[in-house]
């Protein structure tokens, strides 16, 4: 089955100056038809793709709870499969795909590790039930069956009961996250007759997705 990808495009005069400001409108846009039409599920689903130390690649999905000049990131695991495959060679690739809208983002760059006060107040703001899995599970690891990580939800769950409170869960140390520091970030817009908006800001200076002079925008062929 082929389907005619009727979106709107993008032009260079309707590009925002910066990548942190094109980013968040079509993030927004798709936040916004989430809301109104129910189509766009997850709307900051990121698909993280990473390199391990032999050159194998490797892709998850999580979800960016960070976007600002820094870059786009996410909460996870640093002890997980894709945090050692970030380790080994500090490169990073994400894209943001919103489907019904045909619009994507692609983000490439270094890794660099989230703050430990901003994973802190990310993590209190958590349900208790997330805080304690984040202590249950060690991320990337085999299981022998989900009995047993039951198991290890209910013995953290006594250790560190509910109590309404948001530091009654302590931080795990291997509790962390990733930002993306780009040197490019992409926007696909798709066209009728498979004659697709790419438009690219590359890295050309200093500063953040924010500051316009550190970014030249360039179109790709489909
Ligand atoms: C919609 C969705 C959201 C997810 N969000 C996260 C997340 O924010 N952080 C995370 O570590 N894993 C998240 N996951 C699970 C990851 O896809 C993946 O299974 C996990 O991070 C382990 O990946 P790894 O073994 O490559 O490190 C999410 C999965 C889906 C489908």
Request: with cysteine; aromatic share 8%.
């Amino acid at each position: 089955m082929r389907s005619e990808y009727s979106g709107d495009g993008l032009s260079e005069s309707d590009l925002a100056s910066t990548p942190l400001a094109q980013v968040r409108r079509w993030v927004e846009d798709a936040q916004a038809r989430q809301a109104e039409r129910g189509d766009v599920a997850e709307p900051t689903a990121l698909a993280v793709a990473t390199v391990d130390a032999d050159g194998r690649p490797n892709v998850r999905t999580v979800l960016m709870r960070f976007l600002d000049e820094r870059g786009p990131g996410f909460v996870t695991d640093l002890g997980s499969t894709k945090s050692r495959e970030i380790g080994a060679t500090g490169g990073l690739a994400a894209a943001l795909t919103w489907p019904a809208m045909f619009r994507a983002v692609r983000f490439r760059g270094r890794a660099v590790a989230v703050g430990r006060e901003e994973i802190t107040a990310y993590f209190v703001a958590r349900p208790w039930g997330s805080r304690i899995s984040a202590w249950a599970s060690d991320q990337s690891e085999p299981v022998a069956d989900r009995a047993a990580l039951v198991a290890g939800f209910m013995r953290y769950a006594a250790l560190y009961p509910d109590t309404g409170s948001p530091d009654d869960v302590p931080v795990p140390d291997a509790w962390g996250g990733w930002r993306i520091e780009c040197d490019e970030v992409e926007l696909w817009a798709g066209r009728r007759n498979r004659l697709h908006d790419r438009l690219v800001f590359t890295r050309v200076g200093d500063g953040g997705l924010d500051t316009a002079d550190a970014w030249t925008v360039s179109r790709r062929q489909p």
